[in-house]
């Protein structure tokens, strides 16, 4: 079964190469394949102690699809995965989430403004179900892109500031940091 997993993977990945993220100008044909681009981010990752839930272990996926607007303006939509596990308590939780993005690219950096929603547990029982809430961030941010020579591929980080967040916020810090790759 890891196998056949781990194969998935691998060609999934290689098929996002056919629409990997590229330099674009007034020449460039407006098609998906020419101004599309894809990428897929890995974050959340956590593990330790909770003061008062125990140890848990958390990790994230976020895959993107964006379209190259113009030579340094691209949008796109993106969603989000975090799971997170409580072994102490033997809870289990599964929060999800998508948001449309607008970046201006500068260069090697890029300026970043996403609305997230986020759908979260709000109480959660010892079968792991639960009522769920619909949250919202409005993110404004500054990022960093690394980019091999003759590739489309390139490496992000992403530092962001919530503009809605308040003391009474149900997120820990209005600060989000953002790894991902785009093909």
């Known amino acids: 079964m890891k196998t056949v997993s781990l194969t998935a993977v691998v060609s999934l990945i290689l098929s996002f190469n056919a629409f990997s993220q590229k330099d674009v100008d007034n020449k460039t044909p407006w098609s998906v394949k020419d101004r599309g681009y894809l990428g897929l981010g890995f974050g959340g990752l956590g593990l330790g102690t909770h003061p008062i839930y125990g140890t848990y272990f958390s990790i994230g996926l976020s895959p993107m699809a964006g379209y190259m ?3 340094n ?3 796109g939509l993106a969603f989000e995965y975090q799971y997170t596990s409580y072994s102490d308590i033997k809870i289990k939780i599964h929060q999800y989430g998508w948001y449309p993005f607008l970046r201006y690219n500068v260069k090697n950096f890029f300026v970043q403004t996403d609305y997230d929603w986020y759908s979260i547990p709000q109480t959660i029982n010892q079968s792991g179900n639960a009522d769920r809430i619909l949250l919202d ?3 404004v941010g500054i990022g960093y ?3 091999s020579p003759g590739s489309r591929s ?3 980080v ?3 500031y919530d503009l809605l967040y308040t003391n009474t ?3 820990s810090s209005p600060l989000s940091f953002r790894i991902f ?3």
């Open 69 to 71: 607007i113009a030579k």
């Open 73 to 75: 303006f691209s949008g």
């Open 137 to 139: 961030r409005f993110f």
């Open 145 to 147: 892109t690394s980019r």
């Open 154 to 156: 390139a490496f992000n």
């Open 158 to 160: 992403l530092a962001s």
């Open 169 to 171: 916020s149900n997120f």
């Open 181 to 183: 790759m785009t093909f």
